[in-house]
């Protein structure tokens, strides 16, 4: 990891199920965090086209309509969208770690996609498991991609909301030298708040990496597409995004109701120095004892020998 980098967290709404505003107001968030002085941007979960607050809300047998747009709003990869993000990242020679859902043929996937700053897309993730509701939109990944992103500022890893709670998606992170980890939150929801500050602390005391957590927030303007099914459900604000240390202290944020970008400048000595008290795969592990297998050969439903 480079000695010092500077990094921001946009805590943003989208242009609910409006794929082209949503990339539209990325880009113009890729540049302010730029003119901050950062050199790598985290998003949050499916920021582009929206978090399918539908399939919470409604009853599965009436998700049909709000779906159908849904996927008609995700993000293909390639696409001119993902090219249109790749272009601000190189003109604007930052890192970008964007929340998507992908559409790839007829299934959706809740992804975490790496744009580099001479716009090259570095690679993308899926969701392992979607959660609870999300099984009625989003397809599951595999473990082809749970690993991490070589990068020139540092070895960059991520994981999707509750993907945290997973202590074997964690290590499998960690033990390959995790130094900065995104770990990406839908937002609007005040009742997992607590969950979010305890499972990123924990990661970045755990993986002895900085953790840049990256929630969205509801808006009017959100609150409003969804309609009467939010009523009394959902309110205004619910953003808690943070960036936090080696130690797991608090280095900026948690950002509260309204969006914003927050900053900081990391130390990689700060990993270093934990390091030699904790290190969970080198002197602090016990392989003897307890071992992690990772299968990261794609599954494919044909395979031709």
């Not at 107001?25 to 086209?49: M, N, Q, T, Y």
């Not at 599951?140 to 070589?150: E, K, Q, T, V």
């Amino acid at each position: 990891m480079l000695a010092s980098l500077r990094v921001a967290v946009a805590q943003l709404a989208p242009v609910f199920l409006d794929r082209t505003k949503t990339v539209a107001k990325a880009c113009d968030a890729i540049r302010e965090a730029a003119r901050g002085g950062a050199r790598l941007v985290a998003f949050p979960e499916s920021f582009i086209p929206g978090y399918p607050y539908f399939a919470m809300l409604l009853a599965p047998v009436a998700i049909n309509e709000s779906l159908q747009r849904f996927y008609a709003q995700s993000v293909e990869i390639p696409s001119t969208s993902t090219e249109e993000l790749a272009r601000v990242a190189r003109e604007s020679e930052v890192f970008v770690v964007m929340g998507v859902s992908e559409r790839d043929g007829g299934t959706l996937y809740n992804g975490q996609l790496v744009i580099g700053p001479d716009g090259r897309v570095i690679g993308k993730r899926r969701k392992l498991v979607p959660t609870s509701h999300e099984r009625l939109v989003w397809g599951r990944g595999d473990g082809s991609d749970l690993s991490l992103f070589p990068t020139e500022v540092g070895l960059l890893g991520g994981l999707i909301c509750y993907e945290h709670s997973n202590a074997l998606f964690r290590y499998a992170l960690l033990a390959e030298g995790e130094e900065i980890h995104v770990a990406m939150w839908p937002g609007g929801m005040r009742s997992i708040v607590g969950i979010i500050d305890a499972a990123v602390r924990h990661h970045a005391f755990e993986a002895q990496a900085f953790v840049l957590s990256a929630t969205s927030v509801l808006t009017r303007d959100v609150l409003s597409a969804l309609g009467d099914s939010a009523v009394g459900k959902l309110s205004e604000g619910g953003g808690s995004s943070a960036i936090i240390s080696p130690r797991g202290d608090v280095l900026a944020g948690p950002l509260g109701d309204e969006e914003g970008i927050l900053y900081a400048d990391l130390d990689a000595a700060l990993i270093t120095k934990m390091k030699t008290v904790v290190d969970s795969t080198g002197h602090y592990a016990r392989p003897d004892v307890v071992r992690l297998e990772v299968d990261r050969r794609p599954q494919k439903l044909v395979v031709l020998r």
